[in-house]
Nanobody
Framework: QVQLVESGGGLVEPGGSLRLSCAVSGSLFRLYTMGWYRQVPGKARELVATAALGGGTNYADSVKGRFTISRDDVKRTLYLQMNSLKPEDTAVYYC????????????????????WGQGTLVAVSS
């Protein structure tokens, strides 16, 4: 029962900063790529940033230079540092595990994909 618990969302003025956290709970062997996504009403959920196990990162063009994704594999926590926030950053932000592995009771290595957090609202407004 791997679950994601997000925190750090809230109201912030334009130009301000927030740090989102996503804590992974449950038993697993290896946590591969994780990411942050966001969604506004009437639009599709879009990728914000990803962080791979090997350290590689990927960002949407709209957040490059302003957002930083990072991961602490000891604490099993994913972060999104958001600086210079703009009103268009307003959205519900979701944490996602792209893939993780675990050993079942029979000792077989299993793979699970696409585990989502519950989402946290980020509102950027003056």
């Amino acid at each position: 029962q791997v679950q994601l618990v997000e925190s750090g969302g809230g109201l912030v003025e334009p130009g301000g900063s927030l740090r989102l956290s996503c804590a992974v709970s449950g038993s697993l062997f290896r946590l591969y790529t994780m990411g942050w996504y966001r969604q506004v009403p009437g639009k599709a959920r879009e990728l914000v940033a990803t962080a791979a196990l090997g350290g590689g990162t990927n960002y949407a063009d709209s957040v490059k230079g302003r957002f930083t994704i990072s991961r602490d594999d000891v604490k099993r926590t994913l972060y999104l540092q958001m600086n210079s926030l703009k009103p268009e950053d307003t959205a519900v932000y979701y944490c996602k595990i792209e893939k993780f592995t675990y050993y079942d009771l029979e000792g077989v290595l299993r793979t699970i994909v696409d585990v989502w957090g519950q989402g946290t609202l980020v509102a950027v407004s003056s």
